[in-house]
């Protein structure tokens, strides 16, 4: 008799401690505001685009920049001189290219959603 008390007093002690916490987390809310973004695929690629136009523009200007400090420091050397040259080629021509890519995807992007052109 004194084992089924034992036994009785434990499951009743157990039920009194792990049966209100249950109950509050029956009532819980999940939250509304996660704080992410709720943007369309369209804003996180434009957003995209935008960030990797800038990276562009800042190693365009990094390179000319570089180009420009090789062909001052060519003192007459004519194949330096020519490497320096082509390499600020190079460094324009790719900002060109990088903008003209950006153009045409913004203006297929207009074509195709009907909307004017949003450059």
Not at 11 to 23: A, D, E, F, R, W
Not at 81 to 99: E, P, T
Not at 107 to 118: C, I, N, R, V
Request: aromatic share 6%; charged share 10%.
């Amino acid at each position: 008799m004194k084992n089924k008390t034992k036994f009785f007093l434990s499951v009743i002690s157990m039920l009194l401690i792990l049966v209100p916490p249950m109950v509050s987390l029956a009532q819980f809310q999940p939250p509304t505001d996660t704080g992410l973004p709720s943007g369309s695929i369209k804003d996180i690629v434009t957003n995209i685009m935008n960030w990797l136009l800038m990276i562009v523009g800042i190693v365009g200007v990094i390179g000319f920049a570089i180009s420009g400090i090789l062909y001052l420091t060519a003192a007459g050397d004519e194949t330096r001189a020519g490497q320096a040259k082509s390499a600020m080629l190079y460094s324009i021509i790719g900002v060109i290219v990088a903008i003209i890519g950006v153009v045409v995807i913004r203006a297929a992007q207009s074509m195709l959603s009907g909307t004017g052109a949003d450059f």
